[in-house]
């Protein structure tokens, strides 16, 4: 990923996608963990939309 977006509106979601940025010093093999952890995050976050 070369280019994150500066913010989203969301705190949640910046500090999820701002975690991303951590796969360019990453062998690619371990991407996979960061990823599936940032899916999980973006999921409690969307389906905790309702809550607010």
């Known amino acids: ?3 994150l977006p500066v ?3 969301d ?3 910046d500090a999820v996608v701002g975690g991303l940025a ?3 010093g990453m062998p690619v ?3 996979v963990a960061v990823f599936e ?3 999980s995050a973006l999921e409690e976050t969307l ?3 309702d809550d607010r």
Do not use: I, K, P, Y
């Open 1 to 3: 990923m070369s280019e």
């Open 7 to 9: 913010e989203t509106g």
């Open 11 to 13: 705190e949640r979601v």
């Open 22 to 24: 951590a796969t360019g």
């Open 29 to 31: 093999r371990d991407h």
């Open 37 to 39: 952890e940032a899916f």
């Open 47 to 49: 389906a905790s939309v």
